[in-house]
């Protein structure tokens, strides 16, 4: 679900910026192991790339992606064989649908066993079985506003549509979290597939357009931590760092409720190394190394034995990394809403993107 701030670790693989491959001992030029991984930009500690090319002898070639969108006809077409990449929810059930994945092996990745229970039954929405996804990360998305610059407690979708913030707001550039606002600010379902409740979003989107300084996909958090704009929609792992770098930035979860997503590690059905695959996958489920990513990027991790490593009680307990959802009415994970789904809300889009 999700847009993260991009990393040039270069196009053709991260190889070249990490230390040479180590091969096993015997092998021979024809046996060098590889696994190639497409992930969002920004989404792993590179010292954790270097460190499993080290240990296994598998070269790492590494490419990025900005949105689940952008990343779907690359795998769709085939053009590249990735080995694992990093889907959001809605996208793997998708996926799966449309027989794009392979199973895993859960026997080549033990250290799955320190994944919290509680995301394997959240993956069963998109997952049903718990056969095609490893999750890697989760959060929420909500409102980053600057305390300096609103003078009211925030709590509701609705200060999006605050004349006085005019120029100050920054929506996502995303069809689904853009219309998961306006649906949930008027009570309805983000996978809603109802023409009025649909048309009601799109209208309010369309009346907000006059107030908003920007579209924007990994812009917001450098906006946000410069005080260029005063409220921004924004993911939780993006609002921890921001906080961080401005210490007059707070994180809210609006009351009317907001998703919850999840990005895992999938094996596409073209994958030419599937055993090299599911050794990554294990790799980034060992705690320490599930740690060090979340570490890096701040988005908040599934591993419970990695939370529990956590030194820094103010992170281990925070709201907005580990929420209470239990707290919050109105949460829900993004469906895949089929073709008739991807079209009725790609229209949508397209008309408000174009309204004046």
Known sequence: MKNRILKSLTAIGV?????????????CAKEKKEVYVYNWGEYIDPDVLESFEKE?????????YETNEVMYPKIESGA????????SDYMIQKMIENDMLQEINFDNIPNAKNIGQQYFETSKEFDPENKYSVPYCWGTVGILYNKTMVDEPIDSWSVLWDEKYK????MQNSVRDALMVALKLNGYSCNSMDDDELEKAKADLIAQKPLV????????????????????????GEAIYT????????????KEGTNVWIDSWVIPKNAQNKENAE??????CRPEIALKNFEFITYSTPNDAARDLIEEEDIKNSEIAFP???KYTGLETYHYLGVEGDEKYSNIWKQIKSAD
């Open 167 to 170: 120029g100050e707001i920054l």
């Open 56 to 64: 296994t002898g598998i070269t790492v070639i590494y490419d990025e």
């Open 243 to 254: 906080q961080r770098e401005n210490p007059d930035l707070e994180y809210v979860i609006p």
């Open 213 to 236: 300084q920007a579209y924007v996909v990994d812009q917001v958090r450098d906006k946000m931590i410069g005080n260029e704009a005063a409220i921004g929609v924004i993911y939780s």
């Open 15 to 27: 190889s070249a910026l990490l230390t040479a491959p180590v091969l096993f001992s015997g092998c």
């Open 80 to 87: 590249v064989s990735y080995d694992v990449i990093c889907p």
């Open 324 to 326: 209470d959802l239990s």
């Open 279 to 284: 050794i990554f996958i294990d790799y980034m």
